[in-house]
């Protein structure tokens, strides 16, 4: 028996969304569970990927309201109680096996979407160095290599840093959010090889993080900025 395989019958699969073993093996989620996901669907908001609930509405009422930087982002799920378990298992109790399970979802719902972009490359949303060590990995890379095998695309890690470690966001209303991460991230390396390319990170509400790194990517050369998220806010 390959080692895999002694793997997987000593340490079966649990669910991400119950955390129950799921079965039959082979399987990534429970089969209830999935009816529980809440995917984002037509229609989306045409510059965040938020869903919307009128097939007239072009833009959510955030997009509406900040003048954004990126040019466009995607997101397989909305942030419900759901999917904030989820992910909060998934980041801070370093459920990394959820991953799979997620890649494997942005490739099947997302895949014709994202090469719509013609980017170049993936760049994980970069965590300070002191929280890295304090969480043992930074969620967003994990991310980016998932999606980056399932999409067929490259990651490069080494483009943005954190040079700031800022309060989490969460804890913040949208002023405080924006003057948090002034100044939070720099570029680490010369990015005038890239012309497009796609952040990535695992939740996206006000979007002041995606909007603070775009800034930085495309002060230095960088022509279209996309973003792709695991999780987004609601659109209305």
């Not at 954004?68 to 909060?88: I, T």
């Not at 980017?119 to 060590?133: N, T």
């Not at 792709?228 to 209305?236: A, E, N, T, V, Y």
Request: some cysteine; hydrophobic content about 35%.
């Amino acid at each position: 028996m390959k080692k895999e395989e002694w793997i997987r019958i000593l340490y079966p699969r649990r669910c991400p969304i119950c955390e129950e073993i799921v079965l039959p093996r082979g399987e990534k989620i429970c089969f209830s569970c999935r009816s529980k996901l809440p995917y984002i669907k037509e229609p989306r908001c045409k510059k965040c990927g938020k869903q919307l609930r009128i097939m007239e509405q072009e833009y959510c009422e955030d997009c509406k309201k900040r003048n954004r930087s990126f040019d466009a982002g995607l997101a397989l799920f909305e942030y419900n109680a759901v999917m904030r378990e989820s992910v909060e298992r998934f980041k801070f109790k370093n459920k990394r096996e959820y991953v799979d399970f997620y890649a494997e979802e942005v490739e099947k719902h997302l895949k014709k979407l994202v090469y719509m972009w013609k980017a170049e490359v993936l760049i994980p949303v970069p965590v300070h160095a002191r929280k890295r060590r304090k969480r043992g990995f930074n969620q967003a890379e994990v991310l980016a290599e998932a999606f980056g095998k399932a999409l067929g695309l490259e990651t490069d890690k080494k483009v943005l840093y954190r040079c700031k470690n800022t309060i989490p966001q969460k804890e913040l209303n949208e002023k405080e959010r924006i003057k948090n991460l002034q100044d939070a991230f720099q570029i680490e390396k010369n990015v005038v090889q890239y012309n497009r390319v796609i952040l990535v990170d695992d939740i996206f509400t006000s979007g002041s993080t995606i909007e603070s790194c775009t800034r930085v990517l495309k002060n230095n050369g960088i022509g279209r900025v996309y973003a792709l998220c695991l999780c987004i806010g609601k659109g209305f």
